[in-house]
């Protein structure tokens, strides 16, 4: 089994997002950030610490997000699935 490189969660204010990444360097520290996009799109990113593993990264990142969802940032609840075009494995087109 292979172990996670990244891990990410993303918290929404209306058209605003704030995301918590950690990601695996190449010399087996993790590096945790927070970026928020407004409304413009507009990117900032800071907050960034250095660990030692990923599962201290997770954990403060999910700090991070439990801190940042008592000041009104809320996960949303999941994409609407569309309903399925097509219920089995269609002909092939014909190709002139």
Do not use: C, Y
Not at 5 to 31: C, E, M, Y
């Amino acid at each position: 089994m292979t172990k996670a490189t990244s891990a990410t969660i993303t918290l929404h204010a209306g058209p605003n997002t704030l995301q918590f990444r950690a990601n695996v360097k190449k010399d087996g520290s993790v590096v945790t950030t927070v970026s928020q996009r407004d409304a413009e799109k507009k990117l900032s990113r800071g907050m960034t610490e250095k660990h030692p593993d990923m599962a201290a990264a997770k954990a403060h990142i999910a700090t991070l997000a439990k801190k940042a969802e008592t000041l009104g940032w809320q996960r949303r609840a999941g994409f609407a699935g569309k309903p399925d075009a097509f219920s089995k494995i269609p002909a092939a087109p014909k190709v002139a």
